[in-house]
């Protein structure tokens, strides 16, 4: 295993920008864009799982989308290697191979799970696509698939309506796996499923993981839960990256006020983490249409200077791959 993750190119992600238009009167004229990613650059090494974390509208799932195919880039490029994936301005058209490589678990397993198939053929349907059965029976493949995420093959010819919301993005898994990509997009995987169950499922994506050298881009807001899985973590905040580095380092010694208004969110037993020093957020954030100049949290930031108001911090690095975009890095309110 460790040969083949040697043997892997990175997956890099330069200056990244996705722009939705936003159209107006009667004939539908463009009259602006909603910048919901902005500039965003980064590196994802193979064997390793990348958090990304920030609040619902931030630009976490369209930069997911973005990465695997499903939005078109406005600004920037993604490679592998020299392989260019997507580039803005030009039309790239991945082969075969390049798709089979980054694979997406959707946030809604029964919105992505089509119900007129039965499960036989939704986890399959890549594998016969691709020419990858290599002459083992459709059923088998299924089966041993099924079998990978904890479902037997009572499950076969049932429809995605017939099971639980857990059994639904297991077989979610199952079929992103199928294709045995280097790379899976997990979009907010466990977020609509019962405490337990979502435990279940972050330790099945760990045990996948192991056992083939999958990489992840775990989306999600509970950064307990994302550094727990990850071995760096990514933090945006109104589709740019706010602060970036190694898992443990971002939670423990977080740079960006934001940051630590999201930890100081996050429950924990006995109280709220950060209790006494929690960080309070005022308003609501800007719209992704008109964002504010300067830096895009200083309307909210307990920190906020006039530099904060002029000038957009670059994400610099503070040390040991510890990045941040911020003037006021380090400071507590």
């Known amino acids: 295993m460790v040969g083949e993750l040697q043997g892997r190119e990175k997956l890099v992600v330069e200056g990244v920008s996705v722009r939705f238009p936003v159209r107006r009167g009667v004939l539908a004229r463009v009259r602006g864009a909603v910048r919901a990613v902005e500039g965003v650059s980064l590196e994802w090494a193979p064997g390793e799982t990348i958090g990304l974390a920030g609040e619902s509208g931030c630009g976490k799932t369209t930069l997911g989308r973005a990465v695997v195919g499903l939005e078109r880039l406005a600004e920037g490029r993604m490679r592998i290697g020299e392989r260019v994936l997507s580039e803005a301005g030009r039309a790239v058209r991945r082969s075969k191979e390049e798709r089979r490589l980054i694979q997406m678990v959707f946030q809604d397993p029964l919105a992505a799970l089509n119900p007129r198939l039965p499960v036989c053929d939704l986890v399959t349907e890549g594998l016969a696509e691709h020419g990858l059965l290599r002459g083992e029976g459709r059923e088998d493949a299924a089966v041993r698939l099924l079998e990978e995420v904890g479902l037997g093959a009572e499950a076969l010819w049932k429809y995605p309506f017939e099971f639980s919301g857990g059994q639904r993005q297991r077989i979610c898994i199952a079929r992103a796996m199928a294709l045995r990509p280097d790379w899976v ?63 443990g380092e971002v939670v423990e010694r977080p740079l960006h006020p934001y940051t630590r208004a999201l930890l100081a969110a996050v429950p924990v037993p006995g109280g709220v983490r950060g209790a006494g020093r929690r960080a309070v957020l005022r308003g609501e954030p800007p719209s992704a249409a008109n964002p504010p100049p300067g830096c895009p949290f200083h309307p909210r930031c307990p920190l906020a200077k006039e530099v904060c108001r002029r000038t957009m911090p670059e994400l610099e690095d503070a040390g040991g791959g510890h990045c941040v975009a911020c003037h006021c890095a380090g400071e507590v309110a």
């Open 185 to 247: 997009v997990c979009d907010e995987v466990a977020s609509a499923l019962d405490v337990s169950v979502q435990a279940q499922v972050i330790n099945l994506l760990q045990d996948l993981k192991a056992r083939h050298g999958v990489s992840y881009l775990m989306i999600g807001h509970d950064l307990s839960v994302l550094r727990h899985v990850s071995d760096r973590m990514a933090v945006m905040y109104l589709g740019r990256l706010a602060e970036v580095g190694p898992a």
